[in-house]
């Protein structure tokens, strides 16, 4: 299992060098989301299209 630090440091040394601070946090925050949405879906913490559009649908009322 990756560390927190060791991926941090594996998104960064991704970045093109002339990266500002804003975009490096940007694709940190970016990586987290996609991490934390692929941990959700393993642990089943998911819903249905058809859920989503009924609370969409709420939304725009």
Same mark, same amino acid.
């Given at each position: +299992?990756?560390?927190?630090?060791?991926?941090?440091?594996?998104?960064?040394?991704?970045?093109? $060098? $002339?990266? %500002?601070? *804003?975009?490096?946090?940007?694709?940190?925050?970016?990586?987290? +989301?996609?991490? @934390?949405?692929? =941990? $959700? %879906?393993?642990?089943?913490?998911?819903? %249905?299209? *058809?859920? +989503?559009?009924? @609370?969409?649908?709420?939304?725009? =009322?």
């Amino acid at each position: +299992m990756t560390t927190a630090k060791e991926r941090i440091v594996e998104i960064v040394g991704q970045q093109p $060098d $002339d990266s %500002s601070y *804003e975009e490096i946090l940007r694709e940190l925050a970016f990586a987290r +989301m996609i991490d @934390r949405g692929l =941990e $959700d %879906s393993r642990e089943g913490r998911t819903i %249905s299209n *058809e859920a +989503m559009e009924r @609370r969409i649908g709420t939304w725009q =009322e």
